[in-house]
Structure formats: structure tokens, C-alpha cells
């Protein structure tokens, strides 16, 4: 009789417990799918997070700074028009500077895999050759929204850089 009720009693709390594992599981995957857009996942290379890979850049005070005013305007201007070069292709996906006038600089998002890639790509700065900045470069994990970034910048921005 005790041996029957336990096998009774173990069935009660398996058939409970895959119960509730089915709801936890139906619950997680619709939490999951909710406002899942396939085709922009796709368009910006998302992975079932959400997320991708890219290379960010930190930009940072480097040896070399120019003294003379006019060379560093002429070298920040070199600096924007290669970041602008780096956007149109679609190699550049975020950028700008820090605002606190520390050593740290600036910031890059490239849409590459590598950091021998997103090298390749500072090695075309004027500010990078020219020692006014150095670049430390690390593999970074972000959302896939920020792919986005361009296009809505297009839309908002006003004037020119």
C-alpha cells in the first residue's frame, strides 16, 4: 500500500512539474518572438539576441599633438573628412568624441570581424599617421540596432560636419 501511494504520489508531482516546465517553456518562447521582425534582423545581421559582432575603437591622446593651431585644424579637418570616407562605405557605423577633454578621445564602431580589419581602417587617419592620436581597438558585442545608426543620422542631421 505505502509502495503505491509513493508511486502514485511521484507521479502526481512529475506530471505537475512537467506542467509547469510547459508553461515556463510557452512563456519564454513567446516573451521570446514578441515583435520579432525577421526581415530587420536580417538587414542588420542579427543573431536569435539580437545582437553582433563589431570591432570599437578608442581614440586616444597620442605623442604627436599638434602645438600650432592652424596645423590642428588642418589635421582635424584630414581627421572628419576620413571619418566621413569610413561612414560612406559602411566600414564606420558609430562615431564621436568624448567631451570632457581627457586623454581619451573619441570613439569608432566599425562593422567588421577583426581587429586586423578595423586596424587597416585607422591606419588611414590623418590623426593616427601623424601621431596626434593612437587607437586601442577591441572585439565588442552591441545590439545589431546599432547598424541603424547611419541611416537614421542621415535623417536628423542638419548641418553638415
Not at 2 to 7: D, G, H, L, P, R
Request: charged content about 25%; proline content about 4%; aromatic content about 8%.
Amino acid at each position: 500500500m505505502f509502495k503505491s501511494f509513493t508511486n502514485v504520489l511521484f507521479s502526481i508531482l512529475l506530471i505537475g512539474f512537467l506542467c509547469i516546465q510547459c508553461n515556463t517553456t510557452k512563456e519564454t518562447v513567446s516573451k521570446s518572438t514578441a515583435g520579432y521582425d525577421e526581415s530587420m534582423a536580417m538587414k542588420y545581421g542579427a543573431d536569435d539576441y539580437g545582437m553582433r559582432q563589431y570591432v570599437i575603437a578608442f581614440l586616444k591622446s597620442g605623442p604627436n599633438r599638434p602645438t600650432d593651431k592652424a596645423e590642428a585644424n588642418k589635421l582635424q579637418a584630414a581627421h572628419m573628412a576620413n571619418i566621413g570616407r569610413l561612414a560612406e562605405e559602411g566600414k564606420l557605423i558609430l562615431a564621436g568624441p568624448f567631451m570632457d577633454n581627457g586623454d581619451l578621445r573619441g570613439l569608432y564602431v566599425f562593422d567588421v570581424r577583426t581587429i586586423e580589419e578595423a586596424r587597416e581602417l585607422t591606419a588611414t587617419d590623418p590623426a593616427i599617421k601623424a601621431g596626434s592620436l593612437v587607437m586601442e581597438l577591441h572585439p565588442w558585442y552591441g545590439s545589431a540596432a546599432t547598424m541603424a545608426i547611419p541611416e537614421i543620422h542621415k535623417r536628423i542631421q542638419k548641418v553638415e560636419m
